[in-house]
């Protein structure tokens, strides 16, 4: 799969795919990740990006012309079963993890960057497939947001990841039935030392008996997700959830 990241700001992807799962699937051959600069596509002298909002306001816009210029020259034929453009905003439908499954369907994904006041209103009615939002709160610019999504889709890439059902058994999968990868929160997990602070691993996990950890993950994930998210078990009618025995004792508020 093939990430395309239009920016002004390209330096900042530096850091973020230089690590982890990212770079070494970029290293296996499994994605590659093109940061293109937006001053490349633009016709003046100064390369300029913005300019002033029509009707008066705060700050700056970025042109209509070299974000059409940079989608239309990375993907000049473009195929929308294999190539998907997504404006960063935070005016979007909120990112998850089945938006993630459904952009790792296609071959290529372009994510647009905006900064100042955003992006001319054109890009988003008559360029991009779709805008995404990571969260309801306002970011500088798109740059993190694209960080998250790229990080995101580039794991569930058959591959990627060292051991498959790593991204099977995590929290939002969604196999669509009961059980694991159910759209539910993952179990917790716990190394060593067996006791720390006087906190204890919880007995089931130390004992090697499989069946048994298995169903106390199990219920640990309904329990956890109960407690911090239970919007995610609305929908479904599942079976009624109860509360694990704390190992140490202690009553949770
Ligand atoms: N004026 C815009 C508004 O109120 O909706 C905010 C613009 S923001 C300062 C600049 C850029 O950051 C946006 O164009 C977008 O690309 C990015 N951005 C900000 N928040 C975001 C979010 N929650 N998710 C995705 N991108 C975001």
Not at 124 to 149: K, N, P, R, T, W
Not at 227 to 237: D, F, N, Q, S, Y
Request: contains cysteine; aromatic residues 8%.
């Amino acid at each position: 799969m093939i990430f395309h990241v239009l920016t002004i700001f390209p330096e900042f992807f530096r850091g973020p795919f230089e690590h982890g799962v990212v770079a070494r699937g970029e290293k296996s051959g499994l994605l590659q990740i093109q940061i293109r600069n937006l001053r490349d596509w633009t016709s003046d002298f100064h390369k300029t990006v913005d300019d002033r909002p029509f009707g008066g306001g705060e700050g700056m816009v970025l042109k209509p012309q070299p974000v059409f210029a940079a989608v239309e020259s990375i993907f000049p034929r473009r195929d929308p079963r294999k190539q998907r453009v997504v404006l960063l905003s935070a005016q979007g439908p909120l990112f998850n993890q089945r938006t993630a499954r459904r952009l790792m369907e296609f071959e290529e994904l372009l994510l647009i960057c905006g900064r100042y006041e955003g992006v001319d209103e054109r890009v988003s009615q008559h360029l991009a497939d779709e805008e995404i939002s990571i969260g309801d709160y306002v970011l500088s610019g798109g740059e993190l947001a694209a960080a998250v999504v790229v990080d995101t889709v580039a794991r569930l890439i058959p591959g990627v990841l060292g051991n498959p059902d790593s991204s099977v058994q995590e929290s939002f999968s969604d196999s669509g039935e009961e059980g694991p990868g159910d759209g539910i929160l993952d179990c917790p997990h716990y190394t060593r030392p067996a006791v720390f602070r006087g906190w204890s691993v919880p007995e089931v996990l130390l004992g090697g008996n499989h069946a048994e950890i298995r169903k106390w993950r199990r219920q640990a994930a309904l329990e956890k997700t109960t407690r911090l998210r239970p919007e995610l078990l609305a929908p479904r009618a599942s079976a009624p959830v109860q509360a694990l025995p704390d190992p140490n004792g202690v009553k949770k508020g």
